[in-house]
């Protein structure tokens, strides 16, 4: 099962470690993290879950069990609203897109930017 879910911030360790053991009992394999405000880039592991993020402050993470993550090719940090995940499966291949979109209150050419990267990756 894939899920999303926007977190609004894991700054501290153990809020994550709560987070991951709450993905294994809902059963989720992936999952996209919005807007988790965790500083630096990191892979931490916990409970059979990996959660990976990319090096922007306000930005994306991705979730995942240790069941998929030796079908995991690749993981792009793009910028603070993408983070793109690739995982062979097969004959082929799929891609895990975790996207923090702007809201209303941004300014037009900042949500055209990040629909444009969007439509790049």
């Known amino acids: 099962m894939v899920g ?5 911030s894991l700054r501290q360790y153990d809020w994550l470690t709560l987070l991951l053991r709450e993905l294994g009992m809902l059963r989720i394999e992936m999952a996209a993290l919005l807007k988790v405000r965790r500083p630096g880039s990191s892979r931490i592991s ?17 979730a995942i069990c240790s069941t998929l993550q030796p079908s995991v090719v690749e993981v792009i940090p793009v910028d603070e609203h993408l983070m793109v995940l690739r995982q062979k ?14 809201n209303n209150a941004c300014k037009l050419d900042m949500k055209e930017m990040v629909y444009a990267k969007l439509a790049s990756v």
């Open 46 to 62: 916990v409970g059979g879950y990996t959660a990976l993020s990319g090096h922007h402050p306000q930005g994306v993470a991705i």
């Open 4 to 8: 999303a879910w926007n977190i609004r």
């Open 89 to 102: 499966i097969a004959f082929c291949f799929t891609s895990l897109i975790a996207m923090y979109a702007p």
